[in-house]
């Protein structure tokens, strides 16, 4: 009795508790730098909405009036529109990602080279695509110019037209998106069971068929990351547009992203109130988006544990 | 461990205070080739004349510079800045960021004869609240740069009405030139062109008036102006395409000979030699005259120097904005920048027609604007310039664009 007495004396409260806390002291730095740097903007940030303030007088506390004004805000709309458009035409990079990767899906001489390039775009910068792709939409004198002579749209300027302007910039970012998807999808092929496909062949499922009910399938988890980070590089597009459009013409290839930007902090903005509420806008439909997807990676990784 | 923490304290103090007595500390913005050329040689030669101060000169990068300045003035504030007039450096002044700098004006003692007399004409362009708030050193012209073997070609003379000037735009467009070339892509060169149409139309105050929010976008005086933009919108008189381009973008069309004029400020003219032209095929004229007996008032966008209210080194600040200020200072500055002084006794560089012919417009000048985005406070030149844009390339849309310009207007100025 005695010895088992002083046994349980001995046993600390940290030992007691030892495999319960050492996990958040490893968190603990991530954690901090997380909390600072990204969750208390976001309430700073939805704080700051209810303001208005030019970032140098002190501010002003205007209750919902920027979420007023941004419900009769024309260029609201246009950039809202245009995110939906992202969202819907951003997602070609997914199936062509796909497509590519299975074309690139083989053992030929150079293949390691080919499958480099392809995966190039992903590595240079959004802001040197965006210059490039610039200079190819140039009328007269454009790389694309000769095939809308063909076509009769003689000096026909994509960036400058209101209807065209926004799918430009798209076409530009599918660049890279494409490369990225490529990648994701290269590396799930690599893990797919040779003897499934084997076991397939046998019960006769070819072509299309072993595609659709057999590789894809396999290739889940990698469509899963390839139409998150899809969805999230179509909410948050900006760089592109900044470079390549700067909004115009007149506001028609905005999005909410760039027009937070043009609104908070560029050369004719601090209107970091109105920023703001814009950024809160943004983040309440990314908020869903990722919510969605978080619920239903949740459910997969349960069904795949049972 | 105390010994530390103190020594630590020390290194701390000694590192954070970046000047001390007899130190002047000056941010620019000037990263481009000529203004910092410019700095570079009035620095020195302060120096020189004021043995006992020491500058430290910041460069910031032009474009970095605007989102800069509003964290220094507040945080790190240096004994003089540089800025611009008008409207442009009221946001600092509202938040007493600046310097109440009247003293200098005023104090005909401080420097070579009256300095209220010499800069009169840039004195209401520094004023707030019946104060100034910095001293002007530089400023440019805006008018017409055309191709003078494209006028002579198609037997053009320079215009001086407005009737002359849409006549020659026809003329050359059925030569097949465009007969104005801009790149609107960044929206401001469109502001530009309303600008000098509005100040023909309507004059110096009613764009004043305008741009400080006292009159709506739907008046009929607006209207006006954008029918005399009708005339050169509809037929087409305009590049092509020009939301597509930046400034410069659209020179090679001028370049090229594809298309005779451009609205523009004087600094167009270095990237057009550049690229070729010379003075015997580049030319310059006054933005025509459209409502007969409206004086003619000028576009001048003017660069100023300040000191922030938290200055450290107000003494020397000050003696620096008074050399600023010297007739002989001013011509040395404009001489490498390619401008004009603002001081009325300071010459211009000889041999350069393209600044004699501003300093004699300017001169005779009856007001001077800043520029659409400097005189009207940034949310409004931002809506208007983009309005404007979107006019340009849909004249048809005018009305609505007004519209949603006033709404913009009541918003603004409440």
């Known amino acids: 009795m005695e010895i088992n007495n002083s046994k349980a004396k001995r046993i600390t409260w940290w030992q007691k508790n030892q495999v319960k806390i050492s996990p958040w002291i490893f968190l603990a730095p991530g954690l901090i730098f997380f909390s600072i740097y990204v969750i208390a903007p976001i309430f700073v940030s939805i704080g700051i909405s ?7 007088s002190p501010s002003i506390y205007v209750g919902l009036q920027n979420y007023i004004e941004l419900l009769d805000d024309e260029y609201f709309y246009i950039s809202l529109w245009n995110n939906l458009k992202w969202l819907i035409f951003f997602m070609l990079a997914v199936p062509i990602g796909l497509g590519l990767a299975i074309f690139l899906n083989q053992i030929v001489f150079g293949i390691r080279l080919i499958k480099s390039l392809f995966f190039f775009p992903f590595v240079i910068s959004q802001v040197v695509i965006g210059l490039i792709f610039t200079w190819f939409y140039q009328p007269n004198y454009g790389v694309i110019a000769p095939f809308l002579n063909l076509i009769g749209l003689e000096g026909f300027s994509i960036l400058a037209n209101e209807n065209t302007a926004t799918y430009g910039i798209i076409f530009a970012g599918l660049y890279p998106q494409i490369a990225y998807c490529l990648i994701l999808y290269l590396t799930g092929l690599n893990n797919i069971n040779p003897e499934q496909i084997e076991a397939g062949r046998m019960d006769g499922a070819k072509g299309f068929h072993l595609f659709w009910n057999i590789v894809l399938p396999q290739l889940r988890h990698a469509t899963f990351l390839a139409i998150v980070v899809t969805v999230i590089g179509a909410l948050r597009s900006f760089d592109m ?38 950024a809160t806008v943004l983040f309440t439909i990314m908020m869903f988006y990722i919510l969605f997807f978080i619920y239903r990676m949740y459910r997969n990784e349960r069904e795949d544990n049972n | 461990m105390k010994k530390i923490i103190i020594s630590l304290i020390m290194m701390f103090g000694i590192i954070s205070s970046t000047s001390f007595a007899g130190t002047l500390v000056i941010n620019t913005d000037t990263s481009d080739a000529a203004p910092k050329e410019a700095f570079e040689y009035i620095i020195k030669k302060f120096e020189e004349e004021n043995p006992d101060v020491t500058v430290k000169w910041n460069v910031f990068d032009h474009e970095g510079y605007k989102q800069s300045i509003r964290n220094f003035l507040n945080t790190d504030p240096p004994d003089v800045a540089n800025w611009y007039a008008g409207n442009r450096m009221l946001p600092f002044v509202r938040a007493g960021l600046f310097e109440d700098v009247s003293d200098i004006w005023k104090d005909s003692g401080w420097v070579d004869g009256n300095l209220s007399e010499n800069m009169e004409h840039a004195k209401k362009s520094m004023t707030i609240g019946g104060k100034q708030w910095g001293i002007p050193y530089t400023y440019y012209q805006w008018g017409v740069y055309y191709r003078k073997d494209l006028f002579t070609a198609n037997g053009i003379s320079v215009p001086k009405t407005w009737d002359d000037f849409v006549a020659a735009c026809a003329t050359l467009k059925a030569a097949g030139i465009t007969p104005i070339t801009i790149g609107s892509k960044y929206l401001w060169t469109t502001a530009g062109v309303f600008d000098y149409l509005n100040l023909r139309t309507n004059g110096y105050e009613f764009h004043m008036d305008l741009t400080l929010g006292k009159i709506p976008y739907t008046d009929p005086k607006v209207q006006a102006v954008f029918d005399k933009w009708d005339e050169l ?115 211009v560089k000889k041999g350069d027609p393209f600044l004699k012919a501003g300093l004699n417009m300017l001169n005779n000048a009856y007001a001077m604007a800043q520029f659409y985005d400097r005189d009207a406070p940034a949310q409004m030149a931002s809506e208007g310039m983009k309005g404007f844009q979107e006019y340009m390339s849909n004249p048809d849309r005018r009305q609505k664009i007004l519209e949603r310009l006033e709404k913009v207007r009541q918003k603004v100025y409440k």
Not at chain 2, 250 to 256: E, F, I, Q, R, S
Request: proline content about 6%; glycine content about 8%.
């Open chain 1, 50 to 56: 209810f303001y208005q303030w030019d970032g140098l």
């Open chain 1, 241 to 278: 547009v900044a470079i390549m459009t700067q909004g115009g013409p007149y506001g028609y290839s905005n999005v909410l992203a760039y027009y937070m930007f043009e609104q908070a902090l560029s050369e004719y903005g601090y209107r970091m109130g109105y920023g703001s509420a814009i």
């Open chain 2, 233 to 347: 919108v509809k037929p087409g008189y305009f590049l092509e395409n020009h939301a597509a381009l930046s400034w410069q973008e659209a020179l090679t069309p001028m370049v090229n000979g594809e298309a005779a004029m451009y609205v523009m400020g004087n600094f167009a003219v270095a990237p057009l030699k550049e690229a070729g032209l010379r003075d015997s095929n580049l030319g310059f004229f006054q933005f025509p005259e459209i409502t007969p007996g409206i004086p003619m008032a000028e576009e001048a966008p003017t660069d100023t120097v300040h000191i922030p209210s938290k200055a450290k080194n107000k003494t020397d600040a000050k003696r620096f904005l008074i050399f600023m200020s010297r007739a002989d200072v001013q011509e040395e500055i404009n001489k490498i920048l390619g401008q004009l002084p603002i001081n009325k006794n300071s010459s």
